[in-house]
């Protein structure tokens, strides 16, 4: 793919996703009551104890839920079973190296990208903070957990197995939130300047390059961040992580050519997109602040809790993407090496722990798996954790 197909993909969108969402939205004379009830019923499609998709739903919608075939292509990469077992069993093994680089490597990361940024940032204006509960302050950290709940459903192997995989449908779900996004920026005007979004200088939202961007930050940043902390990421374990998550691209509605470039040269691919799209941006300062408070807030316990998420970020971003997204606005510089020194504890700990026979990565699997659910159940509250259409789109 030459550089100019690559700048072309900020042009293409998912047509698929589209439809299915259009046919929800735009249900024929339905009452608004009626398709905030279809919007409800989606928001369960990917509930623990999987129930058959609601009757009710428009055909266009059902139909789009009961694809769930990976292609045959993807068998000239490797067995795609096999490929979610070494993925989520790495995940699993690693899940607190995989979750720290999730949020201070691969999201803020994304946050560089000042485009993409606009749309994150975008987004935040579209649902109603859940004021009642005192512990969330804003939709944007709904994204940031969200996104936590998301990687837990496909990183998850049972989550992949049956006739209606649960993660396939976590992952089409997004899909379709997605398009709603995508459709609701496109008719409203940006609630800043008023003005409507520039598709020649933006491109559209959420499109197929944003989207294999995205990708490549929770499959190959994660990884990078994780052999930052001097963990091994296997051959093995690296072509399977990318395996899984192109599976997972693909029901997202990335284009196969471009899946196919994502697993023949994913660091190439990566390098075109931190090179032409990190820029400085007020969103993706905002992003990734919102990111590092709630971090300090839910995830540690220290008394100088309020800089571990920077003292990570410091040590695991791309410097390209530390700059765009201001991160020495968010924390002392002069603390960098007492929270070095921190860290390098932090990893000792760990190495010492996964040293131990059987107990050891026993432990920290369950630490692992601590951390994502305070992660989620943070947010929650008193609400099922589950990524929600009805409460975004409404207004769609």
């Known amino acids: 793919m030459t550089s100019d197909d690559f700048a072309e993909l900020r042009l293409r969108h998912d047509p698929i996703g589209e439809a299915a969402i259009n046919a929800v939205l735009s249900y024929g004379s339905s009452s608004m009551a009626s398709k905030m009830q279809f919007l409800h019923e989606i928001d369960a499609v990917d509930d623990e104890g999987l129930r058959p998709l609601p009757e009710d739903l428009p055909d266009p ?120 996004v995508r459709r609701m920026i496109l008719a409203m005007p940006d609630p800043h300047t008023g003005l409507p979004w520039d598709i020649n200088e933006m491109g559209y ?93 839910h995830l540690f316990v220290v008394d100088t809790k309020a800089h571990v998420p920077v003292m990570l970020m410091r040590r695991l971003l791309d410097p390209l993407a530390a700059k765009a997204v201001n991160l020495d606005k968010l924390g002392p510089a002069h603390s960098t090496p007492f929270y070095r020194f921190i860290g390098m504890v932090l990893q000792w700990v760990h190495q010492f722990l996964f040293s131990l026979p059987i107990i050891g990565p026993f432990l920290l699997r369950k630490l692992g798996e601590s951390v994502m659910e305070i992660t989620i159940e943070g947010w929650a509250g008193t609400r099922r954790p589950q990524i929600t259409l009805s409460e975004e789109l409404e207004r769609a």
């Not at 390098?271 to 990111?291: C, D, H, M, N, V």
């Open 61 to 180: 919608v059902k139909t789009f839920f009961a694809d769930t075939e990976t292609p045959a292509w993807f068998g000239s990469y490797g067995n795609v079973e096999e490929a979610h077992e070494i993925a989520t069993a790495a995940f699993d093994e690693e899940i607190v190296a995989y979750v720290v680089a999730l949020l201070c490597k691969a999201l803020p990361e994304c946050y560089a990208g000042a485009k993409g940024a606009a749309v994150l940032a975008y987004t935040g204006k579209l649902g109603q903070a859940n004021y009642d509960d005192p512990r969330v302050q804003d939709t944007l950290v709904r994204r940031v957990v969200e996104t936590a709940v998301f990687v837990r459903n496909v990183n998850t192997l049972e989550n992949w197995q049956g006739a209606s995989p649960r993660a396939i449908r976590t992952i089409r779900k997004v899909r379709l939130f997605h398009s709603g």
């Open 205 to 297: 939202p959420i499109n197929q390059q944003d989207m294999v961007g995205t990708l490549l930050a929770f499959c190959l940043l994660s990884m990078r961040g994780v052999e930052k902390f001097g963990l091994t990421v296997t051959p093995e374990e690296r072509q399977a992580m990318l395996l899984h998550w192109a599976v997972v691209g693909h029901h997202l509605g990335i284009e196969e050519a471009i899946l196919r470039d994502f697993l023949d040269d994913p660091d190439a691919q990566w390098e075109r997109i931190r090179t032409t799209q990190f820029a400085p941006s007020p969103q993706g300062a905002a992003l990734t602040g919102a990111l590092a408070s709630f971090m300090a807030t």
